[in-house]
C-alpha cells in the first residue's frame, strides 16, 4: 500500500503522465507546420502557373501538351509588332476591305470593327487586338508590320516572325499558322509554353499597359480627313474587374480551343502569371484562373 508524500508523489507522477499522454495524442504538444493548401481541380483540360519573377513552376495540369489556343495567340502578335526596330506607335494603317471581308469570311470573327478606309495608329491597333480581340487589328498589322510585295506574302512573312519568335523564347511545343488563333491546323501552343510568352510580353511596357486596360475609345482618321470616334473597346479579360491585384492579359475561344486565358496578377510585390487551355465554358475559365490565382499566391 502506498501511503503519505511516496504516495502523492506517485499520485501526481501518475496524473502528468496521463495527461501528457493525452497532449500526445492530441498533438498539443508539437508545433504542425502551416499546412499548405492543396493544389485545386480546374475544369480545363491544362494548366500552369509560375512565379512571374523567379520562372519557378506553383501549379501544373498537363503542362506541356500542345493545344489550340485560340486568341490567345494574338499575345504573340503584339509582340512581335512590339519588337519591331524603330517602331513608331503612332504611324498610321489605312483599313483595308480585305480585312472586314476576313471577319465575314470567318463567321463574323472577333472584331474591333475597323471601318474601310480609317486611318488607324500602331496604337490603337493594338488596343483593338487585346481588348475585343479583333481579328481585323490583327490582320491590319501582320499586313503592315510583314515584308513581300502582295498582301499574302507580308501575311505569312509575319507569321514567320511569330514562329521565329516563339523558338527564340524556347518555346518548343509552339507553332503558329495564323496570326489571330483562326488556325489552320498547325496553331497550337501549351499551358506552360503560353505562360512563358506572356511573361516575356509583359517585359514591355506598352504591351502591360494595353493588356490591363478595360476600355479604350480610339479617335481614327477617317477617308475624308475626318474624325471618328470609335465606340469604346472593352476587353474580353473577365479577371481585371473581378480579381484584386489583376493586371492582364488575354481571353480565347473556339470551337477546338475550347476556353482559354493568359492571366496575371500582382499582390504585394509578388505577380504570378498562368494559363489554362480548353476549360468548358466561359464561367469555368474564369473561375479556373481565379482558383490557379489563389493557390499560386500561397505557394
Known amino acids: 500500500m502506498i501511503t503519505g508524500i511516496q504516495g502523492t508523489r506517485f499520485r501526481r507522477a501518475a496524473a502528468v503522465a496521463v495527461t501528457t499522454g493525452a497532449m500526445l495524442a492530441t498533438g498539443a504538444l508539437t508545433v504542425a ?87 488607324v495608329t500602331v496604337r490603337q491597333l493594338l488596343y483593338g487586338l487585346m481588348l475585343p480581340s479583333g481579328c481585323d487589328a490583327a490582320y491590319a498589322l ?38 489571330d488563333g483562326i488556325g489552320h491546323g498547325a496553331n497550337y501552343s501549351t499551358p506552360r509554353d503560353l505562360t512563358k510568352l506572356a511573361s516575356a510580353a509583359m517585359k514591355n511596357s506598352t504591351f502591360r499597359t494595353v493588356v490591363k486596360t478595360k476600355k479604350y475609345t480610339a479617335k481614327t482618321t477617317t477617308k475624308t480627313g475626318g474624325t471618328r470616334t470609335m465606340a469604346p473597346w472593352e ?43 480548353a476549360s468548358t465554358g466561359l464561367d469555368a475559365r474564369k473561375t479556373d ?8 499566391f500561397t505557394r
Open 33 to 119: 507546420p502551416a499546412q499548405a493548401a492543396s493544389a485545386p481541380s480546374i475544369a480545363a483540360k491544362g494548366g500552369y502557373v509560375m512565379n512571374n519573377a523567379t520562372g519557378k513552376s506553383l501549379y501544373t495540369k498537363a503542362a506541356d501538351t500542345r493545344r489550340s489556343t485560340g486568341s490567345t495567340t494574338k499575345i504573340m502578335t503584339a509582340l512581335v509588332v512590339l519588337k519591331q526596330s524603330n517602331l513608331n506607335m503612332d504611324s498610321k494603317v489605312t483599313i483595308q476591305k480585305a480585312y472586314s471581308d476576313y471577319i465575314v469570311d470567318n463567321n463574323y470573327a472577333s472584331n474591333a470593327k475597323l471601318i474601310v478606309g480609317d486611318k
Open 235 to 277: 476587353n474580353t479579360n473577365p479577371l481585371l474587374s473581378s480579381y484584386s491585384g489583376a493586371i492582364g492579359v488575354k481571353t480565347g475561344s473556339g470551337p477546338e480551343a475550347k476556353y482559354c486565358l493568359v492571366f496575371a496578377a500582382t499582390r504585394n510585390g509578388k505577380t504570378v502569371i498562368g494559363t489554362v487551355l
Open 289 to 296: 484562373a481565379t482558383k490557379l490565382l489563389n493557390y499560386g
Open 142 to 179: 501582320a499586313d503592315k508590320f510583314g515584308s513581300g510585295s502582295t498582301r499574302a506574302a507580308r501575311v505569312k512573312s509575319f507569321i514567320g516572325k511569330m514562329n521565329t519568335t516563339a523558338k527564340n523564347l524556347g518555346l518548343t511545343n509552339t507553332h503558329f499558322d495564323s496570326f
